[in-house]
Every structure is written in structure tokens, then in C-alpha cells.
């Protein structure tokens, strides 16, 4: 057992911090309830959350709307991501006429059958996360804390879905039952107004009050939701360090099928003309310092992103070990390899692991928040050798495949990349 107080400042303390620690490849059960949501801060849970979907794991989520207080379209975003309608997913919306819906609890069961879980105030929202002084008291089986206690946790989630259904829980399972919510004036067609509880903070101003910063331990992913009036609010998502210093890379050759004409020139912090550039996603792993490597693609363009590396897709037992030079530190001992589980089991792609260290002891690791969502560039220096050169914003995808001699996409239509 151990207590966690944000009191202190120390990123440690959040429930960012633990849910990053937890939500790794062995979960196969997620539940949580939240007197407060808020969709925007779904970017943390939401490669357990896609990844339940698509095997069917047990995803029980109960989120309050307390006074209206939640929005449409944040649960319409859940419902989306859960998957739901399907067997093992149930997701509900608590409101009272009189009293809140505030029990806010995270729980996971992995695949050797041992539990954790995190009981405090932080809800799940981006404020929670990582910038309101919350506390809270994480248990884990794994490090002795009573098992049955632990069940008992999940318990108390699960039992909101069992039939007959308390007061004040509704089930949504179709966007259907989320517009009579709102026709009952349970949750809100747009954002209400900050106020002093759950929030920002923005409710309460004076010479004497001192403005809290987020913690820099976030890990997000982009969740975009349409509709909403709140994107000015607290974004704890850590900003990218400053780039190199940048040369101009004109544009490549003429329009094809993968190349458009007019491309305009692109602002690039390498002049190599045998880089290549790769689009993160949320990143994978334990830490979220894994990048997918695709062997597949949709275009056959190019033989996944595996091969702009050198590895032979095929060679599934190869390890490669290469060396990632950031901001000029240059971090031994990542590792390009096909992960495979005791038991054979395989998700059926390669990775990067950006887990290097330095001759200082820097880890590389630290710095993988800055690359979540982000066009990664990277540039040979030698055999296994490679710069992340600049890291841009997802935004700029249109112009990094305008700039490149070829480019593809993962067979989904997915994440992309292309040399230059």
C-alpha cells in the first residue's frame, strides 16, 4: 500500500504517474469510476482502453454527471473508444437530483491474475491527472496488499451493472440513449461554466493566490473532441524541447500518386537526404517508449516501417541494437526487436524501444512524452546510428509527404512514413 499526496509538487505523486506505470500490455481487465470526466483525458488510458476493445476485455467504466456537469460529447467519445455495444464493456452515467456521484477509483486485473488499484480524490479529468493537490492510496497484490480487498474494489464497480439497477445509474450502450440524457438534463450539449470545484481553478481569483502548474509527468495522446467550447483550458501535455538549429528542405520531386504537386518547402532540422520520417501514435509499453513498426502497409509503397531501418520484417528473432542520438546525446542500447510473450503469444509488430541510456545516465525514456502524436525524423550517422532530428507536430503529415521521395501508411490507413 502506499499513499500518494500531490501536495508536494513531486510528479511521482500523481495518479498520471501510477496509471502510467500500471496500464501495460498484461492488463486484461480496466475499470473506473469518476465523479468527474472529461473525455480530453482519455489520452493516457486510451491504448488499454483501444486494445480491450479489440479483444473484448472486461471495460467497466461508471462516470458521474453531477449537476449536468459532463458533456455529451466527452461520452460519446467513450462510448466510441470502448467499442460499445459489446459483451465485456458496460459504461454508465450516475446523477442525483440531491447529493454527487463522487466515489473515483481505478482498477486493473493483469494476465497472472494480480490486481492494483488507486482510491483517492483525483478524477479523470485532465486536472485530476496531473495539476489539482489531490490524494489518494494505490494498492497492488503484487507487492503483498491483500488480494481480497483489492477484489473488493472491483466488486463495488461491478455491482452498479447488475440487474435490477440502482437509482440513478443509466446504461448507455447506442448514441441514442446519450441524447435522452440530454433531454433529461443529466448531461450538458456544451461545456458549463468553471467554477471553484472541479476544474481549473479559474473560479477564484486574488493578489494572494498562487496559480498551480501541471506536473511534468503526463503522458497524453490527442484526443480531439468536436464541439466543445473548452480547448483554452489546462493542457498538461509536456511541451516539446526546442528543436535544433534548422536548415530548409525543398521540396521533393514531382507529383505522383504519393507525392502532390506544389508541395510548399518544409522547415526541417536535417539536410540528409537518406532520412526518413515515421508518425508516433500514442506509443506502446509499459513506459510508452515503444514505437510500432509496421510490416505491412496499405500502398505497398514501402515494406513497412520496419524496413527504413534495414531489418528484414521476416527475421522475427533478430535483435538489433542501435544507438538514438537526441538533442546530442546519444543513447546506447535501444533495441528494434519483435516482441513475444513467454506463452508465444505476439501482437504481430515490431518496436523501436526508445529506452536507451547515456554515459551520464540520462535515460531516453524521459523524454518519450515529447514524442507522443508527433512526426518523429530521423537521420543515419552510421551503421545502427540515428538522430531523432526534429519532432513535429502531427499537424504537419500533409507537408512531410509532400517533401518525401515516397511515403506509405500502416495497412489501416493508420500511421505514416516516407523517406525523403
Request: charged share 20%.
Amino acid at each position: 500500500m502506499r499513499y500518494h499526496d500531490t501536495g508536494s509538487r513531486s510528479p511521482a505523486e500523481a495518479l498520471s504517474t501510477w496509471l502510467r506505470e500500471v496500464l501495460t500490455d498484461e492488463v486484461t481487465e480496466f475499470r473506473v469510476q469518476t465523479g468527474y470526466f472529461s473525455a480530453k483525458a482519455l489520452g493516457l488510458v486510451l491504448p488499454v482502453i483501444e486494445r480491450a476493445a479489440k479483444a473484448d476485455l472486461v471495460t467497466n467504466v461508471l462516470v458521474g454527471s453531477n449537476d449536468a456537469s459532463t458533456v455529451k460529447t466527452h461520452v460519446e467519445k467513450l462510448l466510441d473508444v470502448m467499442g460499445i455495444p459489446r459483451t465485456n464493456a458496460r459504461l454508465g452515467v450516475v446523477s442525483f437530483k440531491r447529493g454527487l456521484f463522487h466515489p473515483i477509483v481505478f482498477h486493473i486485473r493483469r494476465n497472472d491474475d494480480s490486481q492494483a488499484a488507486f482510491v483517492g480524490s483525483a478524477n479523470l479529468t485532465r486536472e485530476g491527472l496531473a495539476l489539482n493537490i489531490e490524494a489518494a492510496i494505490s494498492l497492488d497484490t503484487r507487492d503483498g496488499d491483500d488480494e481480497g480487498e483489492v477484489t473488493k474494489i472491483a466488486t463495488a464497480i461491478d455491482d452498479w451493472f447488475v440487474l435490477p439497477l440502482r437509482e440513478g445509474i443509466t446504461l448507455v450502450d447506442s448514441p441514442d440513449v446519450i441524447e435522452q440524457l440530454v433531454a433529461d438534463g443529466i448531461l450538458a450539449e456544451t461545456p458549463p461554466p468553471k467554477t471553484g470545484g472541479e476544474g481549473t481553478g479559474t473560479g477564484t481569483a486574488g493578489p494572494r493566490l498562487t496559480a498551480l502548474m501541471p506536473l511534468p509527468t503526463i503522458l497524453m495522446s490527442a484526443v480531439e473532441i468536436a464541439g466543445t467550447a473548452d480547448d483554452d483550458d489546462f493542457d498538461p501535455s509536456v511541451p516539446p524541447a526546442a528543436p535544433p538549429p534548422v536548415t530548409i528542405l525543398t521540396p521533393g520531386p514531382a507529383a505522383t500518386a504519393t507525392n502532390p504537386a506544389s508541395a510548399p518547402a518544409i522547415t526541417q532540422g536535417f539536410a540528409n537526404k537518406n532520412a526518413f520520417w515515421i508518425e508516433t501514435g500514442a506509443l506502446t509499453g509499459g513506459s510508452r517508449n515503444q514505437l510500432d513498426l509496421s510490416m505491412v502497409t496499405k500502398h505497398s509503397l514501402i515494406a513497412g516501417s520496419i524496413s527504413l531501418f534495414g531489418v528484414n520484417s521476416a527475421a522475427t528473432t533478430t535483435v538489433t541494437s542501435v544507438i538514438i542520438r537526441y538533442q546530442g546525446v546519444d543513447y546506447t542500447n535501444c533495441k528494434i526487436k519483435f516482441p513475444v510473450t513467454a506463452s508465444g503469444n505476439s501482437n504481430g509488430t515490431w518496436r523501436l524501444q526508445l529506452n536507451g541510456v547515456a554515459s551520464t545516465g540520462q535515460i531516453l525514456t524521459a523524454n518519450c512524452p515529447s514524442f507522443v502524436h508527433k512526426i518523429l525524423v530521423f537521420t543515419p550517422l552510421a551503421q545502427n546510428h540515428y538522430e531523432i532530428a526534429l519532432v513535429s507536430p502531427r499537424s504537419a503529415l500533409s507537408v512531410f509527404k509532400a517533401n518525401s521521395t515516397v511515403w506509405d501508411c500502416n495497412r489501416g490507413g493508420g500511421r505514416h512514413f516516407g523517406r525523403i
